[in-house]
């Protein structure tokens, strides 16, 4: 078993995000107990699945068609002190920091990079042609990995909303909202970077 101590907390969410203590590669990502969750909250997510049960669903869906732009990840999940955890690659920036995500930059007010910027438009384009209905397309689930001293990488972290479904029939079966659903947020997220001072470009 993984033990897991205070010292190895990356970030603390919905999840917490922990180093992983025996491969500094890797991260470990502990759900919090299901009744944080409201029961309107709760009936949204599948009900027989945890949040990194869902990750680990929706993680081989997505490989295929994002590979570029998500980390790796195991395909099971390991056991902890803190329960069963959800562990991934650790994107990290080329001083072994961890990446800070898109909502870091909105809020300091850094210019996102025109390249994240350009990535940022392939995934949303890809996974609307894809079909991927990923909802969660908050400015916390995008890291920005620098690579190089003028090179970076989109990464996205988070895949436990992928057909997140409110509705009372099957998202596979109701395309037309879901496409409708997924513009809305592809077009909040937009409007978050496009309304914040000092970018590079728009996206
Ligand atoms: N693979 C990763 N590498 C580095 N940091 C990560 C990674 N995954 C998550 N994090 C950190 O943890 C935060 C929350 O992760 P996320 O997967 O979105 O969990 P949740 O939304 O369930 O709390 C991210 O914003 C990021 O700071
Ligand atoms: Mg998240």
Redesign the pocket.
């Known amino acids: 078993m993984v033990i897991l101590t205070p010292n190895l907390l990356i970030s603390v ?2 999840r917490d995000t922990y180093r992983h203590p025996q491969d500094p590669c890797k991260c470990l990502k502990i759900e919090k107990t299901h009744a944080h969750y409201s029961e309107r909250r709760k009936r949204f997510y599948d009900k027989n699945l945890s949040h990194n049960e869902l990750d680990l669903k929706n993680y081989s869906i997505l490989k295929p068609h994002l590979i570029k732009y998500i980390p790796c990840c195991e395909d099971t999940l390991v056991e902890t002190n803190l329960g069963k955890a959800f562990c991934s690659e650790l994107i990290v920036d080329q001083d072994q920091t961890p990446s800070e995500c898109i909502l870091d930059y909105l809020l300091s007010n850094t210019p996102i990079p025109g390249q994240i910027l350009s990535q940022l438009t392939e995934f949303l384009e890809l996974i609307r042609q894809k079909s991927l209905f990923i909802f ?1 397309l ?1 400015p ?2 995008f890291l920005i990995k620098k690579t190089s001293h003028s090179q970076y990488q989109l990464i996205f ?2 895949f436990k909303s992928l057909n997140l479904n409110k509705l009372l029939i099957p998202m596979k079966r109701a395309p037309f909202f879901a496409s409708r659903k997924l513009n809305r947020r592809i077009k909040r997220l937009k409007k978050w970077i496009n309304h914040s001072e000092n970018q590079e470009k728009q996206l």
């Open positions: 969410g919905t969660d908050n916390k689930n972290i988070d």
